[in-house]
């Protein structure tokens, strides 16, 4: 079963098409990752999908809802995670997770917030404000939200900014495990090329609200003849097509 079904979405801002009927299906389980430049689209797909913004035209339908219509259904079943959309500053790590946790109706708040807490290496950091933490601290604390409901469908936008080497691949090493215990189904926008290689079972490559190619890493290396998808993101980014490939 497709877990996420798009059909020629679009949303405009006054005279830019920021996306552009964009189609696309993730099946149930399975990792997709948005690639991209800056203004590519995937942030306003994400945001459309979570219901943050309106679409200007097209269908979303997740876990069976249309979003349109029935989103509040499917949203109990999901989260997101972005290290660009801040958490109540003043708060404690320990008390914004209790938030979440209780928007989401979590059972046994404590207990997850402290499994979270081991998973992720945020037990120092919990009696902590979130406005006195670094940038890969903040983006750990954002995943460990977004992972708060154990949800069914997970929206990250760069999962991995702003993190060392060693807690980046921990992070990646998590989300692989998550997913095959819970059969999780992960809508990835990312500019790390190697992280999406390791992660993503397909690849949609947007450019300029459009997706210009698909397919999974192995057939998009393969189509462009390059040894790594951040190659094949150069020659789409400077208009080297598949065709002229």
Not at 68 to 94: E, G, I, K
């Amino acid at each position: 079963m497709d877990v996420i079904t798009v059909s020629a979405l679009s949303k405009r801002y006054g005279d830019t098409l920021a996306v552009d009927a964009i189609s696309f299906a993730v099946p149930a389980g399975a990792t997709v990752g948005l690639l991209g430049g800056n203004g590519a689209g995937k942030t306003t797909t994400i945001a459309m999908l979570l219901g943050l913004l309106i679409p200007s035209a097209g269908d979303i339908r997740v876990l069976g809802h249309d979003m349109a219509r029935d989103r509040f259904a499917a949203l109990a079943r999901m989260n997101f995670s972005s290290p660009y959309v801040a958490l109540p500053q003043r708060l404690t790590v320990a008390e914004n997770l209790r938030v979440y946790g209780h928007l989401y109706n979590v059972r046994h708040t404590s207990r997850r917030i402290a499994e979270l807490a081991d998973e992720l290496d945020l037990n120092d950091l919990l009696d902590r404000p979130a406005g006195q933490l670094s940038a890969g601290q903040k983006t750990r604390v954002a995943l460990a939200k977004s992972l708060i409901n154990r949800p069914d469908v997970l929206l990250l936008d760069e999962p991995t900014a702003s993190l060392d080497p060693d807690t980046g691949d921990l992070v990646r090493s998590w989300l692989e495990r998550y997913r095959a215990e819970s059969g999780c189904t992960i809508l990835l926008a990312s500019h790390n090329m190697a992280e999406v290689e390791r992660l993503c079972d397909q690849v949609l490559m947007l450019k300029k609200g459009r997706i210009v190619d698909r397919g999974s890493p192995a057939e998009l290396l393969d189509r462009y003849d390059r040894d790594d998808l951040e190659e094949v993101f150069l020659d789409i980014a400077r208009g080297r097509t598949k065709e002229t490939a």
